[in-house]
């Protein structure tokens, strides 16, 4: 047989098996990498998955040189960035910083998985079982490492020393969620709600009934979770610490999902709907319930942040000085001198909403509420994470198989 064929014949046997490769290796990343599930894109997650597909690689080029073994393993890693840039680039929306910080870690994982695959496949003292028997046990000790790894990389770093205390009001079952009787508040049979423990994991938060007696200084904010009626001393006090140069995080709920603990009626419920209306009535702002049919949950995304709401309310009329976001469910206005966040919905602080199945994994969080409630409760003290999801458009979710996972 005459040599250029046989070349091109080879050629074209180790380019097959290269796509094999990618294709099962984006697959794994796609379903059980929770990319899917999860209506993500991130590359990263591809990296608790690169053992087994390498090892098979590094056994499928044993027999070459390391010259070829290597220019084949750049041609899958150059590959594999290439598609996952592609899918990005057209069903996500990610600046090119958090992309290229996502393909830096899929690169340098790549390049370390394929040292240690190589050297147990060309080890000659090993016999082909017990090499199988150690790349299967290189691959569980490298899922273990690569999630744990990978949860640390998305983890949000705690508010700097210079952070403001957050001032928390709210109705929502946060604080000693377990119970509200005193008998099991004392006995130690209580617990916070998840949310709370993370958001003071994150940052300082003092949680208050009223704002009689509280000193408020610009550094601090308020955060309005859903509260009960306020007294017109306190709204009063609400609107004087942002026209003065304050910041405040408010969630108004239009029609509250969040499960009663108590009989329809009692009093210890979280209201059904907000009772912030005189507050938002004197800034201007008309906030009414969620549209017919819009009352299960509800994707809002963008490119810095991912959040689920679940019958959410939405803006009908807002001052000059407010920018309307997310198809009219969230404002950003500039009050005086300070700075007021609203939301139309609380709901998106429930656990089932963004935290992980059966995970405590920063990197497989649902949503990003964690990281957005923290950056707009410290604001500049809030560290950047070294990666963040990245996560499929809205328009392409369905189409993915991934918003009935919340309908």
Same mark, same amino acid.
């Given at each position: 047989?005459?040599?250029?064929?046989?070349?091109l014949?080879?050629?074209a046997?180790?380019c097959? %098996?290269?796509?094999?490769?990618?294709?099962?290796?984006?697959?794994?990343?796609?379903?059980?990498g929770? =990319? =899917?599930?999860?209506?993500?894109?991130?590359?990263?997650?591809?990296?608790p998955?690169?053992?087994?597909?390498?090892?098979?690689?590094?056994?499928r080029?044993?027999?070459?040189?390391?010259?070829?073994?290597?220019?084949?393993a750049?041609?899958?890693?150059?590959?594999?960035?290439?598609?996952?840039?592609?899918?990005?680039?057209?069903?996500?929306?990610?600046?090119?910083?958090?992309?290229?910080?996502?393909?830096?870690?899929v690169?340098?994982?790549?390049?370390?998985?394929?040292?240690? +695959?190589g050297?147990?496949?060309?080890w000659?003292?090993?016999?082909?079982?017990?090499?199988?028997?150690?790349?299967?046990?290189?691959?569980?000790?490298?899922?273990?490492?690569?999630?744990?790894?990978? +949860?640390?990389?998305?983890?949000?770093?705690?508010a700097?020393?210079?952070?403001?205390r957050?001032?928390?009001?709210?109705?929502?079952?946060? #604080?000693?969620?377990?119970?509200?009787?005193?008998?099991?508040?004392?006995?130690?049979? &209580?617990?916070?709600?998840?949310?709370?423990?993370?958001?003071?994991?994150l940052? /300082?938060?003092?949680m208050?009934?009223?704002?009689?007696?509280?000193?408020?200084?610009?550094?601090?904010?308020?955060?309005?979770?859903?509260?009960?009626?306020? &007294?017109?001393?306190?709204?009063?006090?609400?609107?004087?610490?942002?026209?003065s140069?304050?910041?405040?995080?408010?969630?108004?709920?239009?029609? +509250?999902?969040?499960?009663?603990?108590? /009989?329809?009626?009692?009093?210890?419920?979280p /209201?059904? &709907?907000? *009772?912030l &209306?005189? *507050?938002?009535?004197?800034?201007?702002?008309?906030?009414?319930?969620a549209?017919?049919?819009?009352?299960?949950?509800t994707?809002?995304?963008?490119?810095?942040?991912?959040?689920?709401?679940?019958?959410?309310?939405?803006? $009908? #009329?807002?001052?000059?000085?407010?920018?309307?976001?997310?198809?009219?469910?969230?404002?950003?206005?500039?009050?005086? #001198? %300070?700075?007021?966040?609203?939301?139309?919905d609380?709901?998106?602080?429930?656990?089932?909403?963004?935290?992980?199945?059966?995970?405590?994994?920063?990197?497989?969080?649902?949503s990003?509420?964690?990281?957005?409630?923290?950056?707009?409760?410290?604001?500049? $003290?809030?560290?950047?994470?070294?990666l963040? /999801?990245?996560w499929?458009?809205?328009?392409?979710? #369905?189409a993915a198989?991934?918003?009935?996972?919340?309908?």
């Amino acid at each position: 047989m005459p040599i250029a064929p046989m070349a091109l014949r080879r050629l074209a046997l180790r380019c097959g %098996g290269g796509f094999i490769g990618l294709a099962v290796l984006l697959a794994l990343a796609w379903f059980m990498g929770w =990319q =899917q599930p999860l209506g993500r894109l991130d590359p990263a997650l591809v990296i608790p998955w690169l053992m087994p597909i390498l090892c098979w690689q590094a056994w499928r080029m044993r027999r070459q040189s390391l010259l070829a073994a290597g220019a084949s393993a750049v041609g899958l890693l150059t590959a594999l960035m290439a598609v996952q840039a592609a899918m990005v680039l057209f069903w996500a929306d990610a600046s090119a910083g958090v992309l290229a910080a996502q393909i830096l870690a899929v690169a340098l994982a790549f390049v370390l998985c394929w040292l240690i +695959s190589g050297m147990v496949v060309r080890w000659h003292r090993l016999h082909g079982a017990l090499i199988f028997g150690i790349c299967c046990a290189l691959t569980l000790v490298w899922l273990v490492a690569a999630h744990m790894a990978l +949860s640390g990389a998305y983890s949000p770093a705690r508010a700097g020393a210079g952070a403001g205390r957050a001032i928390m009001i709210t109705s929502l079952p946060l #604080r000693w969620a377990g119970s509200d009787d005193f008998t099991d508040i004392f006995a130690g049979r &209580t617990h916070d709600d998840i949310v709370l423990q993370k958001l003071e994991h994150l940052g /300082p938060i003092s949680m208050v009934d009223s704002l009689d007696g509280t000193a408020l200084t610009p550094d601090q904010t308020l955060f309005l979770a859903h509260p009960r009626a306020m &007294t017109p001393q306190d709204l009063v006090a609400v609107d004087a610490h942002v026209r003065s140069g304050g910041r405040a995080l408010i969630l108004a709920d239009a029609l +509250s999902s969040w499960p009663a603990a108590h /009989p329809l009626g009692d009093t210890r419920n979280p /209201p059904i &709907t907000s *009772l912030l &209306t005189p *507050l938002l009535d004197h800034w201007g702002i008309i906030l009414s319930a969620a549209a017919h049919g819009e009352g299960g949950a509800t994707w809002q995304g963008g490119r810095d942040h991912g959040l689920w709401l679940h019958s959410n309310g939405r803006f $009908h #009329r807002w001052p000059p000085q407010c920018q309307i976001l997310g198809d009219n469910r969230a404002l950003t206005c500039q009050i005086g #001198r %300070g700075r007021a966040v609203i939301l139309g919905d609380a709901d998106l602080l429930y656990a089932p909403l963004w935290e992980p199945e059966g995970w405590d994994a920063a990197h497989l969080m649902k949503s990003d509420v964690l990281y957005w409630t923290a950056q707009q409760l410290w604001g500049r $003290h809030v560290a950047r994470r070294w990666l963040q /999801p990245i996560w499929i458009k809205p328009e392409y979710r #369905r189409a993915a198989g991934i918003a009935q996972l919340y309908d």
